[in-house]
DNA sequence: AGTTTCGGCGCC
DNA sequence: AAAGGGCGCCGAAACT
């Protein structure tokens, strides 16, 4: 951190660039350099760049094969900030910043820019409103005065600092892309689909489906038309509201076989077809772009080709380079060690202080050894579950883990009543739109919540005053999920930064990320050592995010030369 | 004709 | 009877 330096490409490809004091003003001249990978290239000792965008400045410095160590993305940053001052709908670009500085008005943000197939320069933002120098450490002076405003300082340092990091491993992530065979991927969709036709209709094997599903009803019916699929069910003698797999699956008809096998396929042929190998691999790469902090939770996005929906069929084609290997890790009950690790609950802590199967070690205790329960209950509390199964053995966690519980109902409340929620590093979740106006009408307007239930009678009551409309409740489920996925978001972006650190001295590249998984590509006798690193990686961002605490966090990890080996 | 929303389902 | 959070993507349907 001693070494900061601030960088600004200029309109006309050069750069101005400055050494910043411990103020975070400039510690000397803006200095003017024609080449931007260069500037960096010639001083490594930086050990913090500081520019308003990673994703319109790394990109181009990867593509010279230059790599920094740390950065700080201002955009990201007054993102961040701007969340956690309850001021979500603001402009966040540096422009508009430093209009908000300075007490003129504010420009609103650019439009994004979407992905198209193929892409070689994600992220790009031609339409960006390009800041001096000079004005954007205004900026960033200013962003580390209000990062001492907030409720927990260092850890929204150690937030900025973590998703900064985070959109250096993403774009690292999009240069090297995920390897991906062709041809391994043509086997599965032949072995699946049959043989194509010309002209570019259904596949074999879905044609053949279709006339099964056609045979059933006993006239023409397309099965990916919805609503021609109600209405034969209809003529059928038998009423469903939607064609959704689980509403029809139980279902008595002759159709209804076919009619899954088609809904399944029909969606691995749209969705991973062949058209989708021919838009987004590119020699031997498939390169969904990555953008870290895409979403209000922190959990990441991908744009275009559906990178984190990748169905598990077609993990077959994730093939790792000759020689090379896939370490394949995926964090264990990722979500309820972390509600431990937030909560501080006693006896969730314990449990999931171990890393044998946690849901098992809940069972144990609150669920007499029946793990299904334990698990439905646990995730019912993580996501608000209103009824059923979840929200009767919420009662039994809550008698066994009460402050676990009460972390989540007291997010939920926050959430119904319009107040802020944030995770345990400080990203803020907006509240909704309409949130105070539905507050003010529950007040005057009770609406009854529904029937009692076991689990209301046990604890204190989970929605607070009885009464709460529909959308109040939609944003308490909605903020209750937040502060634990949130939370879970700010240890991984930890996880991705330190784990990224190991891989910085060796061939291993990060090549995919998806939540609670990560797959590193490396040669075969790196391995082990990736192994050993996405495990010290995890204690340590453990440590880092949450403090000491007994709970660890254990990862699943699988060296295989092809994805769908991993599990 | 072009754009937005819907229904459905993939992943976590 | 409905029923749990977060996403992206596709074609069809609904719209301007």
């Given at each position: ?147 001492d405003a907030t409720a927990h300082p260092e850890r929204m340092r150690l937030l900025t600092a973590a998703e900064s990091a985070g959109m250096l491993v993403a774009a690292e992530m999009n240069r090297a892309g995920l390897p991906w065979s062709a041809e391994a991927h043509r086997r599965v969709l ?20 279709a006339d099964e599903v056609s045979a059933a009803f006993g006239r023409r019916v397309r099965p990916d038309l919805p609503a021609d699929v109600i209405k034969a069910f209809a003529q059928a003698g038998i009423k469903v509201r939607s064609t959704r797999r689980w509403e029809i699956e139980s279902l ?61 069929v077609i993990r077959r084609a994730v093939v790792a380079d000759p020689g090379w290997r896939l370490v394949v890790a995926d964090a264990d009950q990722m979500e309820p060690r972390v509600l431990a690790a937030i909560s501080r609950d006693p006896g969730l802590m314990e449990v999931a202080g171990r ?213």
């Amino acid at each position: 951190m001693t070494d900061r330096w601030a960088l600004a490409p200029a309109e006309d490809g050069g750069v101005e660039i400055a050494p910043l004091g411990p103020d975070g003003l400039p510690a000397g001249p803006v200095r003017r350099e024609a080449d931007l990978a260069e500037a960096v290239r010639g001083r490594p000792e930086v050990a913090r760049w500081v520019w308003r965008s990673t994703a319109e400045v790394y990109p181009r410095l990867l593509a010279t094969g230059v790599r920094v160590e740390r950065c700080y993305d201002i955009e990201d940053a007054e993102t961040l900030l701007l969340g956690h001052e309850g001021r979500h709908g603001e402009p966040r670009s540096a422009a508009a910043a430093l209009a908000r500085l300075r007490g003129r008005p504010v420009p609103p943000d650019p439009p994004q820019r979407s992905a198209e197939p193929g892409s070689q320069s994600p992220l790009f933002e031609p339409q960006a409103v390009h800041v001096p120098l000079a004005d954007l450490v205004e900026v960033y002076a200013d962003q580390q005065r209000r990062h001492d405003a907030t409720a927990h300082p260092e850890r929204m340092r150690l937030l900025t600092a973590a998703e900064s990091a985070g959109m250096l491993v993403a774009a690292e992530m999009n240069r090297a892309g995920l390897p991906w065979s062709a041809e391994a991927h043509r086997r599965v969709l032949h072995d699946l689909l049959g043989e194509r036709y010309a002209g570019g209709g259904e596949p074999r094997r879905l044609a053949e489906l279709a006339d099964e599903v056609s045979a059933a009803f006993g006239r023409r019916v397309r099965p990916d038309l919805p609503a021609d699929v109600i209405k034969a069910f209809a003529q059928a003698g038998i009423k469903v509201r939607s064609t959704r797999r689980w509403e029809i699956e139980s279902l008595d008809h002759p159709a209804v076989k076919p009619l899954v096998e088609y809904k399944k396929l029909y969606r691995i042929w749209v969705a991973h077809g062949w058209s989708w190998l021919q838009d987004w691999v590119r020699d031997g790469r498939f390169r969904p772009e990555f953008l870290a902090g895409g979403t209000v939770t922190g959990r990441w996005v991908t744009n275009g080709g559906g990178g984190l929906q990748i169905p598990k069929v077609i993990r077959r084609a994730v093939v790792a380079d000759p020689g090379w290997r896939l370490v394949v890790a995926d964090a264990d009950q990722m979500e309820p060690r972390v509600l431990a690790a937030i909560s501080r609950d006693p006896g969730l802590m314990e449990v999931a202080g171990r890393e044998t199967d946690l849901y098992q070690s809940v069972s144990d205790r609150a669920f007499s050894g029946d793990r299904d329960q334990a698990k439905i209950a646990v995730l019912g509390a993580v996501y608000g579950q209103t009824s059923g199964d979840g929200l009767k053995n919420l009662a039994a966690l809550r008698r066994r883990f009460p402050k676990a519980v009460a972390y989540v109902d007291d997010a939920a409340r926050a959430g119904e009543e319009g107040r802020l929620v944030r995770t345990w590093l400080g990203r803020t979740c907006p509240p909704a739109a309409g949130a105070t106006e539905d507050a003010a009408e529950e007040a005057g307007i009770p609406v009854p919540v529904p029937e009692d239930d076991p689990a209301e009678g046990s604890g204190p009551q989970e929605w607070g005053r009885g009464y709460a409309s529909t959308n109040a409740r939609a944003r308490g489920r909605f903020a209750r999920n937040f502060v634990v996925q949130g939370s879970a978001a700010d240890w991984t972006l930890l996880l991705l930064a330190a784990l990224r650190r190991t891989c910085a001295g060796m061939a291993a590249e990060l090549v995919f990320f998806q939540h609670d998984e990560v797959i590193v590509h490396c040669p075969e006798e790196e391995a082990e050592t990736v192994v050993a690193a996405i495990r010290e990686a995890a204690e340590l961002a453990g440590r880092l995010t949450f403090g000491e605490t007994p709970v660890r966090f254990p990862f699943t990890t699988a060296v295989v030369e092809c994805y769908a080996d991993a599990k």
